[in-house]
């Protein structure tokens, strides 16, 4: 089993799971998204989605634990990569500058990703981890919304959602060695559709439910 | 002289790196480089830079060059920021001087990569270049008689391809632009060149895995799909040889019967 752990350790094996986490991500996004959407259709829609969700059964429950690992894994690779390729360049340059290949994005990702993963911890704690007898979901997220920090906050890390995932997704598919000419065109697109997806869509939600409240 | 000949000399400030051995400390020292005439290349405006430098009793710079014409990669150094300069597609010793303008201050500085150790100046080690070729950027053949040209039948696409990848120097400004220091787009054309070929193909599993492991040993960084190396590459290999890479190494690692 030499040969599995050699080529999983290695730096491309590295970032195999990069990729393959960060899509799972994307992908969860979008279902999160999707289920959050019913915000717009009131009170009753959504907390009727959450108590449907709710009583899947141990679905949920397990959905969370692969969530909570995919999670730990991106991150710790993700930092990994991170010292490494500080280390990789003990003296560096006097003058840098952008030769054409880098984007906003793309030499922002491990700050917009710490930025999330601070993010992921108060929004579990603000909506999750919290005693929910006698209220609803939609009373939490009503509660939460009052407060024009948190739309503030939620608003402004929607727009490095954004970022990182507009490098990400194409970057990981780049990574799986998914590329060629007929599709990557195509999956660089996506990239940008699906980043302004999520930060636009996620972005609206808290400032709408301010807004009628 | 007419006034258009005078026009094509420049003056440049220069700050250069200056390192004395491997182990010593270096700093950025500032000269000035008087009536440049805009038809040298920057190798050659270096050259009368250190031409003065010898006069005046001081060491002259050093830096690594060969053929001078952008084929044999062992020029190159960081010049205000970008590996071989501004122009894309250039190799520092056909950077011409008409690409700067009078009065410049101009920063020159070395490969910077914990894998490439500067040994004097702007002159550093890539030797680890060739280890990763030793490594498994070859193909072992029989010698014998000389096969027929087309005995193998090869897509003209395909040949390109490889032929695109076959375009590298070896002169290292990928590592160099990587935000990085990876030696991706090298160990990817590389590995492209020669996995694209019928000929490559035997070797290809155990090339793969054998020059990643050299590549990750040798202290390069890891690829974050910046393609910055694409970019400042002199010869403009894609990235597209870098996913090539990472689907062979994949591969190899995950399929094949080498490395068991
Ligand atoms: C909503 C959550 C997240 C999503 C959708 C996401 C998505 C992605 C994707 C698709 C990639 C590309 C993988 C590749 O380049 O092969 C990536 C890379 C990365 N992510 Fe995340 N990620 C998320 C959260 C985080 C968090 C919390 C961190 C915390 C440190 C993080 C740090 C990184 C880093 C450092 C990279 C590598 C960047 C690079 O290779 O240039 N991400 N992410
Ligand atoms: S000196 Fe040969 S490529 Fe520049």
Same mark, same amino acid.
């Given at each position: 089993m030499n040969w599995l752990f050699n080529t999983l350790w290695s730096s491309i094996g590295k970032k195999?799971?990069?990729?393959?986490?960060?899509?799972? *991500?994307?992908? *969860?996004l979008t279902t999160h998204l999707i289920g959050n959407l019913t915000l717009y259709a009131g009170k009753d829609a959504f907390n009727s989605y959450a108590?449907?969700?709710?009583?899947? %059964?141990?679905?949920? $429950?397990?959905?969370?634990?692969?969530?909570? #690992? #995919?999670? +730990?894994?991106? +991150?710790?690779? %993700?930092?990994?990569?991170?010292?490494? &390729? *500080?280390?990789?360049? $003990?003296?560096?340059?006097? +003058? &840098?500058?952008? @030769?054409?290949g880098r984007t906003i994005a793309s030499f922002t990702m491990p700050y917009t990703g710490v930025i999330l993963f601070s993010f992921? #911890?108060?929004?579990? #704690?603000?909506?999750?981890?919290?005693?929910?007898?006698?209220?609803?979901?939609?009373?939490?997220?009503?509660?939460?919304?009052?407060?024009?920090? &948190?739309? @503030?906050?939620?608003?402004?890390?929607?727009?490095? +959602?954004?970022?990182?995932?507009?490098?990400?997704?194409?970057?990981? *598919?780049?990574?799986? %060695? @998914?590329?060629?000419?007929?599709?990557t065109p195509f999956i660089k697109k996506l990239s940008l559709l699906l980043s302004i997806i999520f930060g636009v869509g996620f972005g609206l939600i808290p400032i709408y439910i301010s807004s009628i409240l | 002289m007419t006034n258009s000949e005078t026009k094509k000399d420049i003056n440049l400030t220069l700050k250069v790196w200056r390192q004395k051995g491997p182990d010593v400390k270096g700093k950025l020292e500032t000269y000035q480089a008087k009536n440049i005439s805009t038809d040298m290349s920057f190798l050659e405006m270096i050259d009368v830079v250190n031409e003065d430098l010898i006069l005046e009793g001081k060491d002259p710079i050093a830096f690594d060059h060969d053929c001078r014409e952008g084929i044999c990669g062992m020029c190159g150094c960081v010049v205000d920021g970008r590996a071989h300069g501004p122009e894309q597609g250039t190799t520092l010793c056909q950077l011409h001087m008409r690409h700067f303008s009078n009065n410049d201050v101009v920063v020159v500085e070395p490969w910077r990569s914990r894998a490439f150790k500067v040994i004097k100046d702007l002159v550093v080690d890539r030797s680890p270049l060739d280890k990763l070729i030793q490594a498994g950027g070859f193909i072992s053949a029989n010698v014998g008689g000389a096969p027929d040209a087309n005995a193998i039948p090869i897509p003209h696409d395909t040949a390109e391809l490889s032929m695109d990848a076959a375009a590298c120097i070896g002169c290292g400004a990928c590592v160099a632009s990587c935000p990085n220091a990876s030696a991706m787009l090298f160990v990817g054309a590389k590995i492209s060149q020669l996995a694209l070929l019928p000929q490559g193909k035997p070797e290809a599993a155990k090339r793969a895995i054998s020059m990643v492991k050299t590549m990750d040993e040798l202290g390069f960084g890891n690829?974050?799909?910046? /393609?910055?190396?694409? /970019?400042?590459?002199?010869?403009?290999i894609s990235i597209t040889n870098i996913a090539r890479l990472n689907r062979e190494f994949l591969k190899a690692g995950l399929f094949s019967t080498v490395a068991k």
């Open positions: 195999l799971f990069m990729a393959l986490t960060g899509l799972c *991500f994307c992908g *969860f108590e449907h969700l709710h009583s899947l %059964g141990p679905i949920i $429950p397990i959905a969370e634990m692969g969530l909570l #690992l #995919l999670f +730990v894994i991106h +991150v710790l690779t %993700g930092l990994t990569l991170f010292y490494k &390729n *500080f280390r990789a360049r $003990p003296t560096r340059y006097a +003058v &840098n500058k952008n @030769a054409g992921i #911890l108060f929004h579990l #704690l603000q909506l999750h981890f919290i005693d929910k007898t006698g209220t609803t979901i939609y009373e939490i997220v009503s509660d939460t919304f009052s407060q024009k920090s &948190n739309v @503030a906050i939620y608003c402004i890390v929607m727009i490095f +959602v954004g970022l990182h995932v507009s490098h990400g997704f194409w970057s990981a *598919f780049q990574t799986l %060695g @998914a590329d060629h000419v007929k599709y | 690829c974050t799909n910046e /393609a910055e190396c694409e /970019a400042d590459c002199p010869k403009e």
